[in-house]
């Protein structure tokens, strides 16, 4: 069950992988969905899809936790398919996250 209110965060302004950590969290926290519940979406949608890699449970924790030197932008824009309302806003984190230089953590190992 979600107790979504209002607008959810979105990845815009993210500069860091830790601010884009933060920003995952507080979509996680707006949301309302549990960590267990995250992975369960995640593992759902990819195989839904067909890919057969199919993250650990600790893999999508990790992806919302600070002090990441690196994050794989696909299991990031899952995470955000998981907790948003349509696959309309889970593609706006794909687009802040790999289209443009300024919305981009600016680290060579994020993606």
Known sequence: MSSA??????????RTIDELSVRLRCLQSWSG???REIHRR???SRQE???GELPAYNTVYRCLSPGRRRLDVELVVDIAR????????AAEWRRRISSSPGSRPRLPSFG
Request: glycine fraction near 12%; charged fraction near 20%.
């Open 5 to 14: 209110i209002g607008e959810p965060p979105s990845p815009t302004g993210v």
């Open 33 to 35: 969905v549990s960590y």
């Open 42 to 44: 995640v593992v759902r």
């Open 49 to 51: 899809r067909g890919i």
């Open 82 to 89: 998981a907790l948003l309302p349509d696959e309309s806003s």
